[in-house]
């Protein structure tokens, strides 16, 4: 048993538990993961847990115990709480199931103590009979000592579900279970699957075994201490309540009670014993909390693992389409059909190629001679263009659509946030067509702009004149789109030959250097025009996953909580056992 906390270490709990609520307040497992659900229920759990008793409570430890009394529906809580305070405060009913609004008893001293701002800020504290399940009833009662206070709670096992939740969310917040049972419905399964959570977070539970009848009380109270024995539970006092007649105010025989009632009494005149237990049943769920505290911060981590694998699976579609494309714009790809053709009226056909081997200088003479005077040739190379790399980037970004959907689509959380997206992703955007127009323009003018600068001082001779600056223009680009097709040699074919004649026409005006430098700025421009693009394509699965808000550094912050917690809770048991002690820290 570790020693008593000194109000510095537990100023310094306090600090944690604080810490740790405000670690998993945020967290939001935004993904559908296979457990998602359930690890979110854990994180609203814990968080209402702090919330409801562990923060208060370490706050005010001298604050009364907080009773509360739990179990199935019909199993006579409301009636053992009449009978244990001697008079009505909270209506028990023949109907299933009758409570649906706890209702707390205290001595008129304790009042102070049961504010909304100090114990479940959540129920509005009224001072009459109500069915409303988001009220807490308060009544004061001289009947009950000073420092012990009764909750009567909805049923644990109810059909309907509020009262289901708020039983659950009051046993949380109870220093003491008086768990009461009956001797019929002992051996259900929900009663029992509450008192396994009690034992695993060391609650302090009392057993009351209600309503038994004279001739079985022996075999059912052996049977049940049996029960309790063997799932953690047998240093949980049992009470058994004998069956008895009610009266009209429904209340029991007070000697039916009697026993429960001394118990009780001597509890709240015996603070020892109360912050004992007050003490167990803090450090229980202290320790709980920080120890399911590291569950949320591994879901916390997943989702993050996840959502990064979603991103990188919908980059690599992108990354692949955006090489796709300055690829197949700079291998001869797209010297092909209608921009070959238009590029080959431009510049002429047949004796032109076939006589690349020859000399430049005649070669630059046919050119310029091939092209003077073709201003409207030069532009229908120039739409040919523009249609053959906005075919080429809608063909890429339509696969790379497909590619990133088809692999979102292989999980659960990739296929819900597809579905979030309110369009198909699988798809290329549907303005794609226009965007992918404005940007070749956009290119096209960069070339104009640069064949334009580059040919500044060179406006005024005859071959810059000749050719024009749209002629020189789709020169250039017809020599990007060949940047890495090989353009000299024997073997270069069709695609090649025109290209070479572009680049020999090029460097008729311009000179090889220049000519080189200008190929890289405009292809680079290019790749920029395209890159951009299609990283708006991109950014449709980007912003989903950005959407999600996942916290990078929440995880951590949950661990480092609740490992600081975990510390604290060490470092008091070691206070309380000698140097050499080996007990636990349970
Ligand atoms: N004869 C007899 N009747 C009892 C006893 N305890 C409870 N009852 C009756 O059983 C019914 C249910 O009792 P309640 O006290 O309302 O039960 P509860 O556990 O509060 O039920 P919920 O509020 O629905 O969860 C009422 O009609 C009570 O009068 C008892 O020991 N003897
Ligand atoms: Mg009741």
Redesign the pocket.
Known sequence: MSAPLTSGDSDKMLTALIQLRGALQPVELPLDLAAADEHRATRQELVDQLEDYIIPRQMTLEAPLLTVVG?S???????LVNSLVGHRVTA???L????RSPVLVHHPDDVGWFGQDRLLPDLQRVDHATDDPDALQLVASDALEPGLAILDA??VDSVEERNRQLAAQLLAAADLWLF?TSAARYADQVPWIFLKQAAERSTSVAIVL??TPDEASQTVATHLARMLASRGLKDSPLFV?A????DDD?L?PPDHVAEIRAWLSSLASDSEARSLVVKNTLEGASRTVGRRSYDVADAVEEQQRTAEQLRTDADAAYDRATAAVAEASADGTLLRGEVLARWQEFVGTGELLRSLEARVGWIRDRVVNAVKGKPQQAERVSTAVESGLETLILEHAEAAAERAAAAWGQSDAGRSLLERAGEDLGRASRDLRRRAESAVRDWQVDVLDMVRNEGADKRNTARFLAFGVNGLSVALMIVVFAHTAGVTGAEAGIAGGSAMVGQKLLEAVFGDQAVRSLAERARQALEERVGALLDVERARYGSLIDGLEIQPRAADQVREAARRIDDLRFAASQLGKGPEGTEGIQ
Request: net charge positive; aromatic share 0%; charged share 25%.
């Open positions: 179990g529906t019909g199993a006579g809580k409301s009636t028990p009913g023949v299933r199931p009758t409570t909805p049923d009461v209600d309503r309540v069956e008895g007649k009610v429904g029991l």
